[in-house]
C-alpha cells in the first residue's frame, strides 16, 4: 500500500484507488461547494478535490474519511480490518510518541501581530442554515499547562472579523478542562490550530483519550508523527500540516457563535462562547485547504464510527467472541448493527443491551445474521421489515442516559433506548434462505 505521510500522499493514494473526484469546474464557497461535497458523501463515490473554488486561492479537500473504503486507505488496511487496526491503535501499550524537529513546510509564508487577516483563509459558508463562515475541518493543538501533555480534538470556528473566531467548546473537552486547571483560568491560552493533515492526526483528533492523541496517531504510521514548534505560541504542531494558524483563547470574552449543521442533522442553537484572537497565519507553498462539510458522514466517521466501534466490538464479544459491530453515519452516531451466527433466541437481546451499555450516544440497536450485510443501509432495513415481528422482537430501556444534543431526549440527554431482534428466527417459522445473486462486473456486459 501506498505511504501516506500528509494530505498530499493521501489525496494521491485516493486517486490511485479511484476514491478521489477532482471538480475543476468553479462552485461558489458559498453554500456550492458544501453541496457538491455532501452529493459526494451521499452517493459514497469519491472524496472531493475543488481545484478551482470562487474567490479563494487555494484547492479545498474534503471527504477523505467518509466511508469504510476511504478509512481503510487512510489506515493502511482492508475494508474489513479497520475495527482491528482501530482496536489496536487505541491500545495505550501501542501508541508511539511524537518527534520533535525544528522546521516545517508550513513555516515557508506567515503573517504575523498586525498583519493578520482571516479573510487570507478560504472558509466556505457550507449549509444554508449556517450562521456564518466556519473552521470545520481543523484539529486542535493544545498542551496541558500541568503535566505537559499535548492533546488533539476538534472545534468549530465561527470567523468574527479580521483576527477572531468563536471558539465553540464542550465543557468535557481537553482543551476547556486544560485553562479551567490553572491559577488564572480565565487568562488568554495558547492553542494552534493545523489545517491539511494526513489523516491518521486527523483520525487520533476524533478519539477522547487521557493520552495525547499524536501517540495514536504514530501508532496508526508505526512511527513518531514530527511536530514543531509554533511561531508565536508555545504549542508543537505536526510539521506535515498545510496551514497552521495560532492565537490566544479568550475564556471569559464571550460572543455568540452559530448555529452550525451538527452531527445529529439539526443546526445547534448559538453558544455563548470563548474568543479565540489570531497572532499567526502560515501555510506552505501551494497549500491545500481542508474542511469538513458539517453533519456530513465526515463528520461522523471521524467523532462517532472510528473511535468508538472497537469499544463496542469489546462489549459484545464479551458475550459472544465471535459478533462484528458497525456504526453506521447515515444514522448520526445513534444507531448501532450488531452482526452474529445466532445460536439462541435470548442471545440477540443480551447483545444489545451490551451494545447500549458500551456507550452513551448507542439509542438503537439492531441485530442481524450474517446473511445480512450490515454496511448496507437497504440490507439492514430488509432486516427490520422481514425478521422483525413487533410485539415479540422488540424491546425498550426507558430513563436511559444519552447523548445531551439527541434531538429525541430530553435537555440531558435522557431518553428511551430501543433494541430490535432482527435475525432469523427457525423456531418461530421456517422459510427457507434469502434470494442472492452472485456479484458480477457490470463492465464486463455493458459496451
Avoid at 302 to 307: C, T
Wanted: proline share 8%.
Amino acid at each position: 500500500m501506498k505511504d501516506i505521510h500528509d494530505l498530499r500522499s493521501f489525496v494521491e493514494a485516493l486517486e490511485e484507488a479511484g476514491q478521489l473526484a477532482r471538480i475543476s469546474r468553479p462552485v461558489s464557497m458559498l453554500h456550492e461547494l458544501a453541496d457538491v461535497g455532501a452529493a459526494l458523501e451521499r452517493s459514497g463515490s469519491a472524496a472531493g478535490f475543488f481545484e478551482q473554488p470562487e474567490e479563494s486561492p487555494w484547492p479545498i479537500f474534503c471527504g477523505g474519511v467518509a466511508s469504510v473504503r476511504r478509512a481503510s486507505i487512510a489506515l493502511g488496511c482492508q475494508p474489513n480490518e479497520v475495527v482491528d487496526v482501530m482496536e489496536h491503535v487505541l491500545e495505550p501499550a501501542h501508541g508511539v510518541g511524537p518527534v520533535l524537529t525544528d522546521n516545517a513546510p508550513w513555516k515557508a509564508n506567515s503573517v504575523v501581530g498586525s498583519d493578520v487577516d482571516t479573510s487570507l483563509l478560504p472558509i466556505p459558508v457550507h449549509s444554508r442554515g449556517d450562521g456564518g463562515a466556519f473552521i470545520t475541518g481543523a484539529v486542535t493543538v493544545a498542551r496541558d499547562p500541568v503535566s505537559g501533555r499535548g492533546n488533539l480534538g476538534y472545534n468549530r470556528m465561527l470567523r468574527l472579523d479580521r483576527n477572531r473566531f468563536g471558539f465553540n467548546v464542550n465543557e468535557w473537552r481537553d482543551v476547556g478542562t486544560f485553562w479551567k486547571s490553572r491559577e488564572d483560568p480565565d487568562a488568554p491560552f495558547p492553542i494552534a490550530l493545523a489545517i491539511g493533515l494526513d489523516p491518521a492526526v486527523m483520525i487520533a483528533a476524533g478519539v477522547k483519550t487521557p493520552v495525547d492523541e499524536l501517540f495514536i496517531a504514530g501508532a496508526i504510521r508505526g512511527r513518531g508523527i514530527e511536530v514543531c514548534q509554533a511561531n508565536t505560541v508555545d504549542v508543537d504542531v505536526p510539521v506535515d500540516a498545510e496551514v497552521v494558524v495560532e492565537g490566544l483563547l479568550h475564556p471569559a470574552v464571550r460572543e455568540p457563535e452559530g448555529p452550525l449543521a451538527e452531527f445529529h442533522g439539526y443546526h445547534g442553537e448559538p453558544w455563548n462562547s470563548p474568543t479565540f484572537e489570531v497572532t499567526a497565519i502560515s501555510w506552505r507553498d501551494d497549500p491545500i485547504y481542508q474542511t469538513i462539510v458539517p453533519g456530513s458522514f465526515e463528520h461522523i466517521y471521524l467523532g462517532n464510527v472510528l473511535p468508538r466501534e472497537p469499544l463496542l466490538r469489546r462489549f459484545v464479544r464479551h458475550l459472544d467472541p465471535g459478533a462484528d459491530v458497525h456504526i453506521p453515519p447515515y444514522a448520526n452516531g445513534f444507531l448501532a448493527v450488531v452482526q452474529i451466527d445466532r445460536d439462541n433466541p435470548g442471545t440477540p437481546r443480551n447483545l444489545a443491551l451490551a451494545a447500549m451499555a458500551a456507550h452513551l450516544n448507542v439509542r438503537h440497536v439492531v441485530v442481524v445474521d450474517r446473511d445480512v450485510d450490515m454496511y448496507q443501509a437497504t440490507e439492514v432495513q430488509w432486516a427490520l421489515t422481514n425478521r422483525v415481528h413487533w410485539p415479540d422482537d422488540v424491546f425498550t430501556v426507558p430513563g436511559a442516559q444519552g447523548h445531551e444534543m439527541d434531538p429525541v431526549g430530553d435537555l440531558r440527554g435522557v431518553g428511551t433506548k430501543v433494541g430490535f431482534d432482527a435475525t432469523y428466527k427457525l423456531e418461530r417459522r421456517e422459510y427457507g434462505e434469502r434470494v442472492s445473486y452472485p456479484g458480477l462486473d457490470l463492465a464486463d456486459y455493458l459496451s
